[in-house]
């Protein structure tokens, strides 16, 4: 199996989701959330940013965390990444 290309947006978004403690702490209070509400809320945020024509990147990036498949492997890969940081602290 191939790797899989991972959009850029979505690299940044993830980036900043292992930089940043209160948007970190933001997307992991999103889990408790059923996934039908989670869904909606990152397809409503999409169609905000889409509105306000802010970074189209970072808008679909948005977007496809409404997929639940997405959301959990984004999850994943940044409580991986911040525990990698914390174990580099040590």
Do not use: C, I, Q
């Not at 409580?79 to 040590?90: A, C, I, M, T, Y």
């Amino acid at each position: 199996m191939g790797e899989m290309h991972v959009p850029e947006g979505m690299v940044k978004l993830a980036h900043a989701l292992v930089e940043d403690a209160k948007l970190r702490n933001w997307f992991y209070a999103l889990e408790k959330l059923p996934k039908r509400v989670r869904k909606e809320s990152f397809a409503e945020m999409a169609v905000e940013m889409r509105a306000k024509e802010e970074d189209v990147d970072l808008t679909d990036a948005v977007l496809a965390l409404a997929r639940p498949k997405v959301y959990e492997t984004v999850l994943a890969a940044v409580r991986e990444r911040v525990n990698e940081s914390r174990e580099d602290l040590e």
